[in-house]
Nanobody
Framework: QVQLSESGGGLVQNGGSLRLSCAAS????????MGWFRQAPGKEREWVAV????????RFADSVRGRFTISRDNAKKMVYLQMNSLKPEDTAVYYC????????????WGQGTQVTVSS
């Protein structure tokens, strides 16, 4: 079992930056790929970024590539999403996820953290 808890969301101006953090519990954390999804009001949930268990492989959705980065610290059981050059369309609830077949299948979800980008 893996439990996930996100933090770091908030209100930021257009063009600003935020860093989301995800704290994980569970002995098997380091064996899972980790990632971030988001869901904007009235829209379907979409994947944003994923990182392999070792951190050596990273993938990003086209909408955030070049602006967002993902990283993990297996010793601390933490995953991070650094978001730069934020746009109003990045406004969403952001979820931390864990699984072995990301982004197609997510085994564990956090409760989410709200990110709001003002125009």
């Amino acid at each position: 079992q893996v439990q996930l808890s996100e933090s770091g969301g908030g209100l930021v101006q257009n063009g600003g930056s935020l860093r989301l953090s995800c704290a994980a519990s569970g002995r098997t954390f380091s064996t899972y790929a980790m990632g971030w999804f988001r869901q904007a009001p009235g829209k379907e949930r979409e994947w944003v970024a994923v990182i392999s268990w070792s951190g050596g492989i990273k993938r990003f959705a086209d909408s955030v590539r070049g602006r967002f980065t993902i990283s993990r610290d297996n010793a601390k059981k933490m995953v991070y999403l650094q978001m730069n050059s934020l746009k109003p369309e990045d406004t969403a609830v952001y979820y931390c996820v864990a699984g072995n077949r990301l982004p197609d299948e997510c085994d564990y979800w956090g409760q989410g953290t709200q990110v709001t980008v003002s125009s």
